[in-house]
């Protein structure tokens, strides 16, 4: 079985978006909203509104170093904001 979320994002910007029920999630690529929803609901114990997904392309990455310059780049994901119903929240500080 794969794991449908990976990581959650802990960003400014989706820290801000926490306090309107909005979470968001690094998820598995090949995973669609209803997987996502499911899992979610499953791992936390609460109800999902709605789920919105993006793919992110990788970032192009160089590095010079004495001998030549290494070019490369990271890899693609996608993410996932998961809207919940009102009053309900998830905490993704609590190390349990």
């Known amino acids: 079985m794969r794991e ?15 306090e ?3 979470y968001g999630f690094v998820v598995d690529d090949n995973a669609n909203k209803l997987e996502i929803k499911k899992a979610i609901e499953d791992m936390y114990g609460v109800t999902v509104e709605s ?7 990788g970032k192009l990455k160089t590095r010079y170093t ?3 310059v290494i070019s490369g780049s990271k890899p693609n994901h996608k993410k ?6 009102e009053g309900e929240i998830i905490d993704i500080y609590d190390n349990e």
């Open 4 to 18: 449908i979320i990976k990581k959650p994002i802990v960003t400014e910007k989706v820290v801000e978006m926490n």
């Open 20 to 22: 309107s029920g909005v």
């Open 51 to 57: 789920v919105r997904t993006a793919r992110v392309a």
């Open 66 to 68: 004495k001998s030549r």
């Open 80 to 85: 996932a904001y998961i809207k919940l119903a």
